[in-house]
């Protein structure tokens, strides 16, 4: 009996799998979920007719509906990257984690993901910092989480800087995000200059859609404030795309106003979830090019372990901090809701990539 019990469970998720899956092309919504919950019902009480204590197996079998119906992506692929899996050094003035293979950390199932190639969360301690270093053919932001991070551009000296919010010196801090465009080669620092506190951030690379461009900087803040209301973009494609002109390289102009432009088919955004509330990231934002999609999500490690986010109502996506994801076999205009399920707000980072 145990196993007729099982085999009608199955069939029930089976029953409402199908007809979430038509939903699409179903126009009364709401006969779809009384033909389910009929269903359901149905299946409950046929276990009763055949005096079956199935108090656990009902139990399991409403969890398992729940989860099925809670989903909006039925077809995506959503594979966690735990924190533990990611690489690790600390060398004492710098603590930081790889969810890429980066430096002398190698792992070949996390080269890169689309256009994303480098994901490292840093924590540098005070005067302490990354000396001039050369970087080209590459997309290269860095998102403070807390703390001061100092960039400055080779061709300045320290006490020469002038401007402190020009390009090519800037001293960060909370909300900013600074972006470099590596092209033929640029060389720069990022250091701690602070007397005391860590700074703390995310250094992300993308792989430009072509080589050899002309290097570039640019930062820009973006409050707290905005991040609570919903997921603010941050980087956008370079209007013009692959084949913007020279004007359009000066100009410089995302396709989303307000946002970085970038030299990618690459959409970035980041919001501040409280707990019991959710977030929908639209993939592609409306800006990118290619319809097949892929999104990498991130939970940095803000909170003391007490921030938690669930991704699309699945239990086997719920990411703790550190944690990220590979979210596949999405397209341009689905949409991923990101739910804060811990008990502090969660900081949550979306990069969305062909």
């Known amino acids: 009996m145990k196993g007729l019990l099982l085999l009608l469970s199955s069939i029930s998720v089976i029953f409402i799998s199908i007809l979430i899956s038509q939903s699409t092309y179903l126009p009364d919504i709401p006969l779809l979920h009384q033909t389910s919950t ?6 409950s009480s046929l276990f009763k007719s055949v005096n079956i204590n199935t108090d656990q197996d009902q139990h399991s079998m409403s969890n398992a509906i729940k989860n099925t119906m809670s989903k909006t992506l039925h077809h995506a692929k959503i594979t966690a990257h735990r924190s533990g899996a990611r ?4 060398h004492g003035w710098l603590n930081t984690y790889h969810s890429f293979s980066f430096a002398s950390w190698y792992n070949p199932k996390f080269n890169s993901f689309g256009s994303l190639r480098v994901l490292n969360e840093d924590q540098v301690k005070a005067n302490s910092g990354f000396p001039t270093h050369p970087h080209r053919d590459f997309e290269i932001f860095s998102y403070i989480i807390s703390g001061e991070l100092t960039h400055r551009d080779s061709m300045l000296t320290k006490g020469a800087e002038g401007d402190a919010g020009s390009d090519k010196f800037y001293r960060m801090h909370r909300g900013d995000v600074q972006f470099t465009t590596g092209g033929t080669g640029i060389a ?3 250091f701690n200059e602070h007397n005391k506190d860590t700074v703390h951030f995310l250094q992300i690379w993308a792989i430009p859609w072509k080589r050899g461009l002309k290097p570039r900087y640019h930062t820009r803040n973006f409050s707290d404030d905005e991040k609570r209301k919903g997921f603010v973009n941050i ?7 692959v084949d913007a002109t020279a004007e359009q390289e000066k100009v ?6 307000g946002t970085i432009p970038i030299h990618a088919d690459f959409v970035m955004g980041a919001g501040i979830i409280a707990p019991q509330t959710s977030f929908e990231w639209k993939v592609g934002a409306k800006a990118t090019e290619a319809t097949k ?13 007490k921030a938690k986010v669930r991704l699309d109502g699945r239990d086997d996506a719920i990411l703790e901090e550190g944690d990220g994801a590979f979210v596949e076999s999405v397209n341009a205009g689905d949409k991923l809701v990101v739910e804060s399920v811990g008990e502090e707000e969660a900081e949550v980072v979306v990069l969305d990539t062909a």
Not at 38 to 43: K, R
Not at 252 to 257: D, N, R
């Open 188 to 190: 720069h620092s990022e």
């Open 252 to 257: 410089a102009e995302p396709t989303i106003p």
């Open 38 to 43: 009929f269903f359901a019902a149905s299946i």
């Open 87 to 90: 690489g690790h050094a600390d």
């Open 293 to 305: 999609r892929k999104v990498y999500v991130h939970l940095p490690m803000t909170k003391g372990g």
């Open 235 to 241: 980087l956008s494609p370079l209007k013009g795309g």
